[in-house]
């Protein structure tokens, strides 16, 4: 079975700078991955999506993310934060066989100061 | 626009009620699921269906069960609603093969039992 590792529980980033969550991946061939987003009181909002080719996946709002698989990752990123980059960042893994569930990791909380 | 709809944002009920909890999609997606959001847990998945009438256990069926008797729509059933079971509960769905993984998801209902 798959399982997801987010190491950061909360990161706080001041406006401007550049930003990095992490996401470590367990799954015996090449997964399905992706980025979710919570703005507070909302579900969640696909950010970008790995299922084959080139590693380096774009995203909306500006984000980013490369899935290496030498190191069981998948890292988001986003060069300058907006305050509306607030929320939570949940990353989630998919079987390229057998059912079409997700599992998800314990997600990652981003504040953002002025 | 995509949609995934939820039949309540709040929710209070009192210990021992059965609680319904309806979820309905407009994208004709055969997959539909039921996972619960924790503090520091992340998602947890209930039940997913792939299919009218088919049902599969997710991570934590215990206390759940769920009903889907037309394509759209999918419903989360709390036989007799514990203190335990406060959490806020979000639904998706997704499409079968290609995106299949893609999960569309709901603005989620906060239960509270009292």
């Known amino acids: 079975a798959q399982s997801v590792t987010q190491p950061d529980i909360h990161i706080t980033v001041s406006e401007g700078a550049s930003l990095e969550l992490r996401c470590n991946y367990s799954?015996?061939?090449?997964?399905?991955l992706f980025w979710y987003v919570q703005s507070p009181g909302q579900g969640l909002q696909l950010l970008l999506k790995?299922?084959?080719?080139?590693?380096l996946v774009q995203g909306i709002k500006g984000f980013e993310a490369e899935f290496k698989r030498s190191q069981s990752s998948f890292n988001l990123r986003k060069p300058s934060v907006h305050w509306s980059d607030a929320a939570e960042y949940f990353c989630?893994?998919?079987?390229?066989?057998?059912?079409?569930?997700?599992?998800f990791g314990t997600g990652t909380r981003l504040t953002i100061i002025p | 626009d995509v949609k995934v709809t939820q039949s309540s944002r709040y929710l209070v009920k009192r210990t021992g009620e059965k609680v319904f909890l309806e979820c309905v999609q407009d994208?004709?997606?055969?997959?539909m699921f039921w996972y619960r959001q924790d503090p520091g847990l992340g998602l947890r998945l209930i039940y997913f269906?792939?299919?009218?009438?088919?049902?599969e256990k997710g991570d934590i069926p215990e206390g759940y069960s769920v009903s889907r008797e037309k394509k759209e729509r999918f419903s989360l059933i709390l036989e007799s609603a514990s203190t335990n079971q406060t959490s806020m509960y979000l639904c998706?769905?997704?499409?079968?093969?290609?995106?299949?993984?893609?999960?569309?998801f709901g603005p989620g209902t906060r239960l509270t039992v009292t």
């Open positions: 998706a769905s997704s499409t079968r093969g290609g995106s299949s993984y893609e999960q569309y």
């Open positions: 799954y015996g061939a090449t997964p399905y």
């Open positions: 790995y299922f084959s080719g080139d590693t």
């Open positions: 989630a893994v998919g079987a390229s066989f057998g059912n079409e569930k997700l599992t």
């Open positions: 994208m004709d997606h055969e997959n």
């Open positions: 269906s792939y299919d009218v009438k088919m049902k």
